[in-house]
Structures are given as C-alpha cells and as structure tokens.
C-alpha cells in the first residue's frame, strides 16, 4: 500500500510526493470504471491525504461528529439496525460503540476503499460495509453521458428516487447522513462541466439541487433520522475577518440544529497561504416539521447568496472547485 510521505523537506517536495502517492494508490485500488471516471476514487484518496495532514485541526469536528451520532442512538426505542450514509471514510463514525449498541451496523457509500472496509468490519461481526449511492442517479448518469443540458442534469438529481439494499428499506431504526448531503451533487458537477459549456452557477444549483432531494428522501425513512452536514462554506483571512461565503443550505430548508459548529476543513497553508476554509456544521434530527423543498430552486440560491458569486474567480467558487480533490492544497 502505498503511503503518503512525511518529511521535513520543502512544501513543493512534500506536495509532488503526495500528488505521486495518490497516483500509485489510485492504480492499484480496485474501483468501478465509472466511479474511477467521475472522480469518486481520487476524491477519497484525498480525503484521507488531508485529513493526515490536518489532523488536529479535524478532530473537533469528528468528535462533535461520533458524539451526535450517539445521542441519536440513544433517542431510538429500538436497537436493530443503524445506518450510517457516507460511513466510508469512518474516522467519524463511532463503531465500536454502535456495534455494542445495535445488532446490525451498515455502513453505506458509493465507494468503500479496501483498507476502511477491512478496518471497519474488523471491529466487530455486526459492522457490515454496503456499496450505495445515495442519489441513485450517477451510474445511469455515466452511461448517458455529459449532453445534458443544465436544466436537465439538475432535474435529474431534483427528482432522483434512490433504492435502500434489500432488508434495510424497513428495518433501520437510526439513519445517519454523515457529512454528505452538501457533496452528492459535486462530483457530478465536475464531470459534467468538461462535456460542455455550462452556466457559472450551474454546480452551486446542482449541488443545492442534490442536497434538497437527499432530504427529502431522508423524511421517507423509518426510525430517527440525523442529518451532519455542512450548510455553508466561509473563506476566513489570518485576521478571522470573513473574506467570502457561500450558502447550499437556508435557514428555511432546515430546522434549528440540535448542535452546530465550525470546521476548519483547509487551515493555512492548506489551500491558500493566507485564508482559512471552514464548513459550517449541524447536526439535525430530522421529522418535527414537515420539509417543504422550495419551488424556484435557482431563484433561492440568488436570494441566499450575501455576496456576489456569479463570477468564477470567486475564492469560494474555486474552493468549491478543489476543497475535495485538490490534495496539494
């Protein structure tokens, strides 16, 4: 397996060695020809290369992460099944814990790397990996290939009906979205925007396009339903003045979060060497109110923005670009 370098060399050197391990790892990881396509394997791949770089400046948030998690678990009246939706990466699931606690743990992903799945189900016998995407939609997408237009792309995701793996579909007393719902849309985005000229919003819309269905969906399952994500992402300057923001999620597409806090995703030198990137977090139970998605997508999105963001040379818009897959920072 290849690992990334650690090193006192010079940033360059440490980058293009990082840049040069994620190149052999992603060869040797077996993957679905679309997904590997798309990008879902180089983005988990560089995932895990930030998160070992930026580890304490992650933890908070993990920790804030398993701790919602828990509490979720102890609101259910049954302990049956548990099923964590984006569980791949689980350095934010609680297993141990779950395992102890439930009789089936299911961790669900698009994309399961092999040493995450032989980790996790090492824990203990309950704990059980399952490959699902929660859109439902990106494999039939590949195979369509990247002529849609944008509004038949982002009605593809708006409309979208993901099937849960037989015998989960009634049996899960707590389904956790864990730190997915913003990121459904953007890979797909990506992929689409090299096919074809397409609107400078039209990955922004996608994405809160995405991220609406998923809730939507989310409100159709048994049990309790946790939603961790980010509704919002903040370019901080070294001063904590704010430099930038966008918004995926209103204040009226959610409910007041049971907890909230910040993540700094990216600390400098990360991405820029002189701001910050940090997602804006909470953590929803989901069910007390009835979710009313809004009728004029693209029309929200504007009224959300409190800054200008129609043009790409946005720090935000290029952040969005490269937060996920962009493993030099």
Same mark, same amino acid.
């Given at each position: ?6 090193c006192?060399a010079?940033l360059f050197?440490?980058?293009i060695?990082?840049l040069?391990g994620? &190149? ?11 997904l ?6 180089r983005?988990?791949?560089a %995932?895990?290369?930030?998160y070992?770089?930026?580890?304490a400046s ?10 919602a998690?828990?509490?979720? /678990?102890?609101?259910c ?6 099923? %964590? ?25 698009i $994309? ?9 189900e090492?824990v203990? =016998? ?19 290939g990247k ?6 792309a %982002?009605?593809l995701?708006?409309?979208?009906? =993901? ?14 979205s864990?730190?997915l /719902?913003?990121q459904l849309?953007?890979?797909p985005?990506? &992929?689409? /925007? ?5 609107d ?5 819309r ?7 269905r998923?809730l939507e &969906? ?5 049990? !309790? ?7 919002a992402?903040?370019?901080?300057a070294?001063?904590?003045s704010?430099a930038?923001?966008?918004v ?14 910040? &993540?700094?995703f990216?600390? !400098?030198?990360e991405?820029?060497?002189?701001h ?5 977090v909470?953590?929803?139970?989901l ?6 998605? =809004? ?9 959300? $923005?409190? !800054? ?10 290029? /952040?969005f ?6 493993v030099?920072?």
């Amino acid at each position: 397996m290849v690992r990334e370098v650690a090193c006192d060399a010079p940033l360059f050197f440490c980058c293009i060695m990082s840049l040069i391990g994620l &190149w052999l790892e992603s060869l040797l990881t077996p993957c679905p020809r679309y997904l590997r396509r798309m990008g879902f394997l180089r983005e988990q791949l560089a %995932i895990e290369a930030r998160y070992r770089r930026n580890h304490a400046s992650w933890e908070p948030h993990l920790t804030r992460s398993r701790a919602a998690i828990l509490a979720a /678990a102890d609101a259910c009246t049954q302990h049956r099944t548990v099923l %964590i939706l984006g569980g791949g990466l689980i350095n934010d699931v609680p297993l141990a814990e779950l395992a102890a606690c439930f009789q089936r743990v299911i961790l669900a992903d698009i $994309l399961h790397l092999p040493r995450n799945r032989r980790k996790a189900e090492a824990v203990a =016998p309950n704990i059980t990996c399952v490959d699902f995407d929660c859109t439902g939609v990106v494999e039939a997408l590949y195979q369509e290939g990247k002529a849609h237009d944008d509004a038949a792309a %982002i009605r593809l995701f708006r409309h979208a009906s =993901p099937c849960l793996p037989r015998g989960l579909a009634s049996g899960c007393d707590l389904t956790v979205s864990l730190n997915l /719902a913003s990121q459904l849309g953007y890979l797909p985005a990506k &992929w689409l /925007a090299k096919g074809r000229h397409r609107d400078d919003d039209f990955s922004l819309r996608l994405r809160r396009a995405a991220a609406l269905r998923h809730l939507e &969906w989310l409100q159709d399952v048994p049990g !309790v339903r946790l939603l961790i994500g980010d509704r919002a992402l903040v370019v901080r300057a070294l001063d904590e003045s704010e430099a930038e923001r966008e918004v995926l999620l209103g204040e009226g597409d959610l409910e007041p979060p049971r907890d909230s806090w910040v &993540w700094r995703f990216a600390p !400098v030198p990360e991405w820029d060497r002189h701001h910050h990137l940090e997602l804006e977090v909470g953590a929803y139970i989901l069910g007390s109110r009835s979710f009313q998605p =809004p009728d004029d997508l693209k029309g929200t999105l504007k009224n959300q $923005l409190p !800054v200008d963001f129609s043009s790409r040379k946005t720090k935000t818009s290029f /952040a969005f670009s490269h937060i996920f897959s962009n493993v030099s920072g």
